[in-house]
C-alpha cells in the first residue's frame, strides 16, 4: 500500500552536488523516521543518514557528514538528501526506506523505494 519513489540521481563529476528526493503515498502513513541507504556494487545496503518523522532528528553516517543534508516535508510525504561535495566513493544505487521502530538497520525497516543511481566521476 505504501509507495516509496525515488529520484534525482545522475552522473555528477566529483565535487559537484545532487538533491535526491523520495515521495511516499499513503493516506495513514505515518512513519517513526524515514532515512537513505546506498548500496554500491557487491556490497551491502550502508546507512547514509535519516530523520526522524515528528521531530525532524537527523542523524548521519560519518561518510556523508559534513556534506549531505537530510530534510522532509511531513505535509507532502517527501524526504530529500542534499549531497555536497561528491566523491567517487560515493557511487551507489540510494534507496529510501521508512520505519516505525528505531534504530536503522536495514532489517529494520518496514518499507523501501527502488533506488536511484549516483555515478560520481573522478
Known amino acids: 500500500q505504501v509507495q516509496l519513489v525515488e529520484s534525482g540521481g545522475g552522473l555528477v563529476q566529483a565535487g559537484g552536488s545532487l538533491r535526491l528526493s523520495c515521495a511516499a503515498s499513503?493516506?495513514?502513513?505515518?512513519?517513526?523516521?524515514m532515512g537513505w541507504f546506498r548500496q554500491a556494487p557487491g556490497q551491502e545496503h550502508e546507512f547514509v543518514g535519516g530523520?526522524?518523522?515528528?521531530?525532524?532528528?537527523?542523524s548521519y553516517a560519518d561518510s556523508g557528514k559534513g556534506r549531505f543534508t537530510i530534510s522532509r516535508d511531513s505535509a507532502k510525504n517527501t524526504l530529500y538528501l542534499q549531497m555536497n561535495s561528491l566523491k567517487p566513493e560515493d557511487t551507489a544505487v540510494y534507496y529510501c526506506?521508512?520505519?516505525?521502530?528505531?534504530?536503522?538497520?536495514?532489517?529494520?525497516?518496514?518499507?523501501w523505494g527502488k533506488g536511484t543511481l549516483v555515478t560520481v566521476s573522478a
Open positions: 499513503g493516506r495513514t502513513f505515518r512513519p517513526n523516521a
Open positions: 526506506a521508512a520505519t516505525y521502530g528505531i534504530g536503522w538497520s536495514p532489517h529494520g525497516m518496514a518499507y
Open positions: 530523520i526522524s518523522w515528528g521531530g525532524g532528528t537527523t
